[in-house]
């Protein structure tokens, strides 16, 4: 089979499993006896399952572009918006303007704009530190981001630490990451066209990323202004990251697997790599949340960062045993 | 058409890496930049392909200062081969190959050409990361020859030093053909037989600074190689072909490096 042809097959089964996922999402019913169905819902129902569909699939391909674009950028297999600080930057952005509307007595309205400034400030911050003799070093990037990482979510617990104990709940929820069944349209269409703009935007830079993921020397040496790709494409993956954060919260391992996974299917080659791992990411976050929603072990709806660190972890570890891999 | 430094000093954290360097690459011609550890050899080729922007002086590309080129077009110029090749993703061969097009028109054919030169069409869909280190450089050899205009400039640092004795052969051999065709081939060695054998001119660097500059059986002075290198050296005739240089071990008896 030829290259494109298999290419074309590759996309075509990923998008088939991701529409799976969708159907399954908006048809499967759980009966208050625990009996599992699959009928279109009832149309008090029915915008609920749409909008939990839209997160899914905003969270799912947003994180996924983002841990594509980070893997490129530092020439790092393990790089994820986790390992940067961006998913904690975002979640302090959202904690410190719960904080701020508790103590205020308002209500905030809207995670976005919190979690942009979180993972845009920690963003600079990693960015700045991590510049050695006006080059952006990946190895002190990489450094950088953990321990900043490690700052922000001390931050988190210390302003965990001053609300009244009635909105623990609600924050560790948050916390664990969770897909909310009612969510600001408002959120929603920003968070999902800025997943959807960084998806195309990913692609149309894929040329420039298999470059990138030459030596900076040689990566210049053939005509990648690489700087400023750099810097772009960190911007890029802080606003998805940013945006998954404020509709879920932080949600393991999605940004680290997705690109691994399709690279297994489509390879290496940056342009097919992005749609392929924003599909993986759907099937991923919208898959745990179906899973989710077919599992009662009587103790509530189990937040989905479990299922996706569940799934993750141990394919994240496949991966690093097998040898699988690559940038 | 040429390289050129002028007065080019470069430092890291107080350390000189290059002092006060003035010396030209001349088009159809291969220059071969020697000297011990730490001499400034790959600070130097850094300078020369625009990655580095030296703290004093300028590298000239073709008249033209090298930091106000932009990033594409001295790509369009320069082409460049580092001593240990990085690549990051699993990528074939070929596509490795095809990268050295990425600020030029796409070519199949010169990409076929570049794979042909080095021997390459056979594991031309192998992935990179699979092949040995030789191998390797084999393949980022060929994507600089890809990138390469006819009268283009071909900077290298140490490109053979990991390849089997035939294979570093026929490289030196490529390169000079590259330089007769007209580029200019600047070439950092660390193996002076090699250098004398190949090069037509050489720059012997001493702890950052030029020690000589020129044509490179006058540069290869046995005198000013021992008081750089610390070793005894000779040249050895052989008829009918250039004289060999030699060097002894332990500073006592010749003992030819072949």
Redo the contacts between chains.
């Keep these: 089979m030829s290259g494109g042809r298999r290419h074309l097959l590759g996309l075509g089964v990923l998008a088939a499993l991701a529409g799976l996922a969708a159907a399954l999402r908006i048809l499967l019913d759980r009966s208050p006896e625990g009996t599992l169905s699959l009928a279109l819902p009832q149309p008090a129902w029915a915008w609920v399952r749409w909008t939990a569909l839209a997160v899914g699939a905003t969270v799912g391909s947003g994180l996924a572009t983002s841990g594509v674009l980070l893997q490129?950028l530092l020439?790092?297999?393990l790089a994820s918006p986790f390992i940067l600080g961006i998913s904690a930057g975002a979640g302090l952005g959202v904690m410190s303007a719960m904080y701020v509307g508790h103590v205020a007595g308002v209500t905030t309205g809207s995670n976005l704009g919190p979690a942009l400034i979180g993972a845009l400030a920690v963003l600079a911050v990693v960015y700045t530190l991590s510049q050695r003799?006006g080059w952006l070093d990946p190895v002190s990037l990489v450094l950088v981001g953990v321990i900043v990482s490690a700052i922000c979510g001390a931050m988190i617990m210390f302003l965990q630490h001053l609300v009244p104990s009635g909105l623990h709940g609600e924050i560790t929820r948050w916390m664990m990451g969770r897909i909310p069944e009612s969510t600001p349209a408002a959120t929603l269409i920003m968070a999902g066209g800025l997943s959807l703009a960084g998806v195309i935007v990913a692609m149309i830079m894929g040329?420039a990323m298999?470059?990138a993921?030459?030596?900076?020397?040689?990566a210049?040496?053939?005509?990648?202004?690489?700087g400023r790709l750099r810097v772009w494409m960190f911007i890029l993956a802080g606003a998805l990251t940013a945006a998954a954060v404020a509709l879920c919260g932080p949600i393991a391992f999605v940004g680290l697997i997705a690109p691994h996974a399709a690279?297994l299917v489509l390879?290496?080659?940056h342009t097919l790599l992005v749609p392929a791992a924003a599909l993986v990411g759907i099937v991923l976050v919208v898959g745990s949340d179906v899973t989710r929603q077919a599992i009662d072990l009587g103790g509530g709806r189990m937040p989905i960062g479990v299922f996706t660190a569940l799934i993750g972890g141990p394919a994240f570890i496949w991966l690093l045993r097998s040898g699988k891999g690559?940038? | 058409m040429s390289l050129a430094v002028r007065d080019v000093s470069h430092w890291y954290r107080r350390v000189h890496a290059l002092d006060g360097i003035r010396a030209d690459a001349a088009p159809g011609r291969v220059t071969a930049v020697i000297g011990p550890n730490a001499a400034g050899k790959s600070t130097l080729l850094r300078c020369l392909i625009g990655a580095l922007r030296p703290v004093h002086g300028e590298v000239l590309i073709d008249g033209e200062p090298a930091h106000r080129i932009t990033t594409r077009r001295l790509a369009q110029r320069v082409a460049y081969v580092p001593q240990r090749p990085q690549v990051a993703a699993a990528f074939t061969v070929r596509a490795v190959v095809e990268l050295g097009r990425y600020a030029l028109p796409a070519s199949r054919a010169r990409v076929d050409a570049a794979l042909a030169q080095l021997e390459l069409t056979a594991i031309a869909d192998r992935p990179f990361p699979a092949l040995s280190v030789g191998q390797q450089q084999r393949a980022t050899l060929a994507r600089a020859v890809a990138q390469l205009s006819e009268d283009g400039h071909l900077v290298l640092d140490e490109p053979t030093s990991a390849m089997d004795l035939r294979h570093e052969r026929e490289c030196m051999g490529l390169l000079r053909r590259l330089a007769g065709a007209g580029a200019t081939v600047v070439i950092a060695m660390h193996d002076l037989m090699l250098a004398a054998d190949m090069a037509d001119d050489c720059w012997l660097l001493d702890g950052g600074r030029l020690a000589a500059a020129g044509p490179a059986r006058e540069v290869m002075d046995l005198q000013r190689l021992r008081a750089v290198f610390g070793v005894e050296f000779e040249w050895v005739d052989r008829p009918g072909r250039s004289p060999l240089l030699v060097a002894a071990t332990n500073g006592t008896a010749p003992q030819a490096l072949e």
Excluded: F, I, K
């Design positions: 490129a020439r790092n297999p003799g040329r298999d470059a993921t030459l030596g900076d020397d040689e210049r040496s053939v005509g990648l202004a690489l690279r390879g290496p080659h690559q940038a």
